[in-house]
């Protein structure tokens, strides 16, 4: 029998370059918004949305709104709707996995691993951004905030991804981008973890992770590794 049958993947900035696509989509968000009438530089604009974000969570859905009641005091629709547009059309042209990742995938399920996603986001949300990657038919098992109300490190999502996958933990390979909560969190219940440095926005120097990778496909190499291949 193989020491590993599972892998579980973390989403935004392990399987898709997330944070890339959300600095190019506020930053077209902020330019439409100028052109719309907000009388600030599209510079300010985007450095007062990502304040936003800091303070309310970078899934924040009313943003936009919460940007124009702070400059203007009101909502103003055409404003708003510009915005919105721009953004959704720059999310679509810039949400995409990272090399490699999709050749990764593709070799795992070939060789019979099963896999899951782990993700901190909504259920809608992580869901979009799987489908707009066209990632969505790796996975089987996809765990969201919404299936335990619980965000990593908390043990609940990656208890509830191997239980949907039918694995145990010591039986299963963790990959996040996040030390302090996909590491943490799979190690807290016996997981083996591969800590995704190519995704890692931080600049973290000691991940805790039983394994570091630079590039998606040397997890191929190391799970067929703990299996003796």
């Known amino acids: 029998m193989r020491r ?12 898709v370059d997330f ?11 902020s330019e439409a918004m100028v052109g719309a009438g907000l009388k600030m530089k599209p510079e ?3 450095e007062e949305i990502f304040r936003i974000y800091d303070k309310e969570g970078i ?9 124009l009641e702070k400059i203007l005091g009101r909502i103003d629709w055409h404003i708003l709707a510009a915005g919105i547009v721009a953004y959704r059309k720059a999310k679509e042209a810039n949400l995409r996995p990272y090399p490699n990742v999709r050749k990764l995938l593709v070799e795992l399920l070939k060789r019979g691993y099963k896999l899951a996603v782990v993700s901190d986001a909504p259920r809608l949300q992580a869901w979009t951004r799987l489908v707009e990657s066209s990632l969505d038919p790796f996975f089987d098992v996809v765990v969201t905030y919404e299936d335990t109300y619980e965000r990593k490190p908390a043990a609940a999502p990656f208890k509830k991804a191997l239980s949907l996958l039918g694995v145990e933990p010591e039986r299963a390979v963790m990959v996040g981008d996040w030390a302090e909560r996909d590491v943490v969190g799979a190690k807290t219940i016996g997981m083996i973890t591969v800590f995704a440095r190519y995704g890692d926005s931080f600049g973290t120097v000691n991940s805790g992770a039983d394994y570091e990778v630079d590039d998606p496909l040397e997890i191929l190499e190391v799970v067929e590794k703990l299996n003796g291949s």
Do not use: P, S, W
């Open 59 to 67: 899934e924040d859905q009313k943003v936009f709104n919460k940007l």
């Open 44 to 46: 300010e604009v985007y």
């Open 19 to 29: 944070m890339r696509m959300k600095r190019e989509a506020v930053r077209a968000a």
């Open 4 to 15: 590993v049958e599972a892998l579980v993947f973390d989403l935004d900035n392990t399987l």
